[in-house]
């Protein structure tokens, strides 16, 4: 009976920690400024639905806008999605599609302050575990390919 507690935490764990959001700050401990490629920011980084994007910056310099892709191509902020301006905005990524950044003071998209990424649909189904356990009392075998040697004979 130990086993099969100890191997229940093991993947019930393993599952929450699957589905966990992430809070990324922008530019990392640059944050939202110049001379900083936030492309390459992006590309490093899998962004999933319920993350959340901290944008840190000097208020008095730069704001974030969220647009549609025209204005993100444009470098406009004519007609933004969102407005943000308090110097540490926190945006949650909880609606599945592209979204699109940039800021709105002139001249600045033009010099790299923008961004774009793609957020997928939550999945539904988690492919990695089973959808039930079975009950005490059937027969289950366990592979060390799940789980470690030192748990099956602890």
């Known amino acids: 009976m ?8 093991v993947v019930i764990m393993a599952a929450l920690g699957s589905t966990m959001a992430t809070v990324y700050e922008v530019g990392d401990s ?14 490093f ?6 993350d959340t994007l901290v944008f840190n910056y000097n208020p ?6 969220q647009v549609d892709i025209k204005d993100y191509n444009s470098c406009t902020d004519n007609n933004p999605i969102a407005s ?17 950044f940039l800021c709105g003071v002139p001249g600045h998209c033009a010099s790299g302050l923008k961004f774009h990424l793609k957020i997928a649909a939550p ?14 009392s059937a027969s289950v075998a366990y592979s060390s390919k799940w789980f470690p040697m030192s748990m099956l004979f602890s």
């Open 30 to 43: 640059v944050g939202w400024t110049f001379n900083y490629n936030y492309d390459t920011w992006t590309f």
């Open 45 to 50: 980084r899998k962004f999933q639905f319920g």
């Open 84 to 100: 943000f301006n308090s110097g540490s905005d926190s945006i949650t990524l909880d609606i599945p599609g592209d979204y699109y």
């Open 60 to 65: 008095q310099l730069h704001n974030v806008r």
């Open 123 to 136: 999945s539904t189904t988690n492919t990695r575990y089973p959808d039930h356990f079975p009950s005490s």
């Open 2 to 9: 130990a086993f099969f507690g100890k191997a229940m935490l």
